[in-house]
């Protein structure tokens, strides 16, 4: 085998494991498109009952359940609550945003 097979083939792997990173990578997108799809419609029930916009307790419960599902994946747990915790941020976000649009349509 010379250099350049061995380049050449170095190439191909590291073409289909960039495609796989490509398409998981898209998925992981859409999922998360649709998990906000979920805490809009949370949100808007959210606002329109009053209800905070954060929820400690579930989200304490949440991080605890996506710890044990990374363990389980192989997966560092510390990174999937850090991860967590930023998509929550910004539900919380999403829900403020709501809940002051609601309370504006409600005057």
């Known amino acids: 085998m010379t250099t350049n097979d061995t380049d050449d083939s170095v190439r191909l792997e590291l073409d289909r494991l960039r495609q796989s990173i490509d398409n998981i990578d898209a998925a992981v997108v859409h999922m998360l498109a649709e998990r906000f799809k979920c805490t809009q419609q949370v949100g808007h029930l959210k606002a329109a009952h ?8 579930r989200e304490a419960r949440q991080i605890a359940r996506l710890r044990q599902l990374a363990e389980s994946a192989h997966l560092d747990p510390a990174f999937a609550e850090k991860l967590l915790n930023f998509i929550v941020a910004e539900v919380i976000r999403h829900h403020e945003r709501i809940a002051e649009e609601s309370a504006t349509d409600s005057r």
Do not use: S, Y
């Not at 009053?50 to 307790?57: E, G, Q, S, T």
């Open 50 to 57: 009053h209800l905070p916009p954060a929820d400690p307790a």
